[in-house]
């Protein structure tokens, strides 16, 4: 059955050209807009296929999109009542959501019972394998607790490093889907037996005019009067979501209980993983490639790229021992310690023959724990010379490392009006929706470069020619995504 819905993803700001074009690819997405911080779309996918979405934070329901309440002229108890007019005035487009919801896990249930149906037989089928494929498990299990380490690395550090046991902390198990109050939302027919609670965010001039918690209060009980749905706190069937600002009103429904940005591949979390992700996209993988990061740190972009891009060679180099064992353990815990080889080098002396590799991605570390200032020139001269002819490199930079190429470029590619640039062609169709319905923002063409203003650059340092480049942000602070190709032989 073909259920077409209507949702959104929360994403970090200057990742919504990356997730437009995401949900294009996977999903076949139409009417897809967003607004800062927010990627709107239309879909048919299932939940399988939605959990697989690799640059967006949390995935809902979209219940109702609006204009923002005017909280400046009126007094706070009109406002409430304008607030309850989300629910009030138009309760349909809730019921077809909560029906949509119901729809979306009954077929996902439907799914995973045809799925163990299908697994049974086989598991009967077994028969007398099963005692020697237990020997065989047993023996293999026995092996490798005697073994002192999967990783190459792992044992030269451990001798290396005076601290021993875990150095870095680690990151707790997630289950993805409602566990708890899935079966009962299924089962819960009638609108009355659902159980809820409200979970809102406010910024802007409404937050300072209302607490998150007021806004919530005043919209669960418009929510109880309307349909008679019971507030639990603690183990809801259903949770709703809202967030008002001076931009936009927007209500909806999480589909997943954990966000799709907490990767349950990931042991120790180090880059966000939709930067890694974002990175490892621009690049433009492809099989048989030679992928490099010379300072991987706890390997969070070869990991995302591993898993995006399997049938690639992938080397990542670090002179931190602390970094390098928690880089092993990640591998090991994505099963990936066979598809991604580790090296304890100096970014600026790395073993390679000169021109051999296709690809490099890297974070460079800033802030005050590492101060590079002019050692950058020798990171990139040193990528430059590894990189063959017509290789690319991505890198995440600082504001100051930024804005110290783009000294070096005289100018570099100017930024856009949304804090990004780019002349890839590809990229920049995904900035401009497919249909622009609601509320929306575009990046004008007229600020975008195009390929001949790029080639016509000074190339930052020798052959390195600068392609495209994204304002992203880190959270408290933020960086930039920038991308570069060797145009011709650096003679190093």
């Known amino acids: 059955m073909m259920l077409v819905a209507r949702f959104f993803c929360t994403v970090g700001r200057g990742l919504e050209p990356f997730l437009m074009q995401e949900v294009r690819a996977r999903l076949e997405a139409t009417q897809v807009e967003y607004i800062s911080g927010k990627v709107f779309f239309t879909t048919s996918s299932d939940l399988n296929v939605?959990?697989?979405?690799?640059?967006?934070?949390r995935l809902f329901l979209l219940i109702k999109k609006q204009f923002p309440f005017n909280v400046s002229s009126v007094s706070k108890g009109k406002m409430f009542s304008e607030m309850q007019t989300l629910i009030n005035d138009d309760p349909e487009s809730?019921?077809?959501?909560?029906?949509?919801?119901?729809?979306?896990?009954?077929?996902?249930?439907?799914?995973?019972?045809?799925?163990?149906?299908?697994?049974?037989?086989?598991k009967r089928k077994l028969g007398e394998n099963d005692t020697i494929i237990s020997k065989k498990l047993k023996t293999e299990q026995m092996q490798a607790t005697q073994e002192i380490g999967d990783c190459p690395l792992e044992k030269q550090i451990e001798e290396e490093t005076l601290e021993q046991g875990n150095l870095l902390p680690k990151r707790e198990t997630f289950q993805e889907e409602f566990q708890n109050g899935i079966a009962k939302a299924v089962n819960t027919h009638n609108q009355n037996?659902?159980?809820?609670?409200?979970?809102?965010?406010?910024?802007?001039?409404?937050?300072?005019?209302?607490?998150?918690?007021?806004?919530?209060?005043?919209?669960?009980?418009?929510?109880?009067?309307?349909?008679?749905?019971?507030a639990d706190l603690r183990n809801p069937n259903l949770e709703i979501f809202i967030h008002?600002?001076?931009?936009?009103?927007?209500?909806?429904?999480?589909?997943?209980?954990?966000?799709?940005?907490?990767?349950?591949?990931?042991?120790?979390?180090?880059?966000?993983?939709?930067?890694?992700?974002?990175?490892?996209?621009?690049?433009?993988?492809?099989?048989?490639?030679?992928?490099?990061?010379?300072?991987?740190?706890?390997?969070?972009i070869l990991l995302e790229a591993a898993k995006e891009w399997p049938d690639v060679y992938y080397v990542g180099a670090d002179v931190s021992n602390s970094q390098l064992?928690?880089?092993?353990?990640?591998?090991?815990?994505?099963?990936?310690?066979?598809?991604?080889?580790?090296?304890?080098?100096?970014?600026?002396?790395?073993?390679?023959?000169?021109?051999?590799?296709?690809?490099?991605?890297?974070?460079?570390?800033?802030?005050?724990?590492?101060?590079?200032?002019?050692d950058i020139k020798s990171i990139l001269q040193e990528m430059e010379r590894v990189l063959h002819v017509g290789g690319t490199v991505v890198l995440l930079l600082s504001?100051?490392?930024?804005?110290?190429?783009?000294?070096?470029?005289?100018?570099?590619?100017?930024?856009?009006?949304?804090?990004?640039?780019?002349?890839?062609?590809?990229?920049?169709?995904?900035?401009?929706?497919e249909e622009k319905t609601g509320i929306s923002e575009t990046v004008p063409s007229s600020s975008e470069p195009s390929n001949r203003e790029c080639l016509d650059k000074v190339p930052p340092f020798g052959s390195l020619v600068p392609m495209e480049c994204y304002k992203v942000s880190l959270g408290r602070t933020d960086a930039f995504?920038?991308?570069?190709?060797?145009?011709?032989?650096?003679?190093?």
């Not at 029906?99 to 799925?115: F, G, R, V």
């Not at 433009?284 to 992928?291: D, N, P, R, W, Y």
């Not at 066979?338 to 296709?358: A, G, H, M, Q, T």
């Not at 504001?399 to 780019?422: A, F, M, V, Y």
């Open 50 to 57: 939605l959990k697989t979405l690799k640059s967006a934070e």
């Open 94 to 122: 809730w019921l077809n959501a909560i029906s949509i919801w119901k729809s979306l896990l009954e077929l996902d249930a439907e799914k995973e019972k045809l799925s163990q149906r299908h697994a049974n037989p086989l």
């Open 193 to 230: 037996g659902l159980t809820f609670r409200v979970s809102c965010r406010c910024s802007g001039t409404v937050a300072k005019t209302f607490t998150a918690q007021e806004v919530g209060r005043i919209i669960g009980i418009a929510l109880m009067k309307q349909f008679g749905w019971k």
């Open 244 to 300: 008002l600002n001076d931009m936009y009103s927007v209500v909806g429904i999480p589909v997943f209980r954990v966000p799709l940005a907490s990767r349950a591949y990931i042991k120790t979390a180090g880059l966000r993983s939709t930067v890694a992700w974002a990175m490892a996209s621009v690049a433009e993988i492809k099989a048989g490639m030679f992928v490099l990061d010379p300072m991987c740190g706890l390997g969070t």
């Open 325 to 374: 064992l928690g880089a092993c353990d990640n591998l090991k815990a994505a099963g990936l310690k066979d598809k991604i080889e580790l090296l304890k080098v100096s970014v600026i002396e790395l073993p390679l023959p000169s021109e051999s590799v296709d690809i490099i991605i890297s974070d460079i570390p800033f802030g005050k724990k590492f101060k590079l200032g002019k």
């Open 399 to 433: 504001k100051d490392h930024h804005r110290h190429i783009e000294d070096c470029e005289g100018g570099g590619i100017p930024l856009n009006s949304k804090g990004s640039h780019t002349d890839v062609r590809g990229i920049e169709k995904c900035l401009i929706p």
């Open 481 to 492: 995504i920038c991308k570069y190709k060797k145009s011709h032989s650096s003679g190093l």
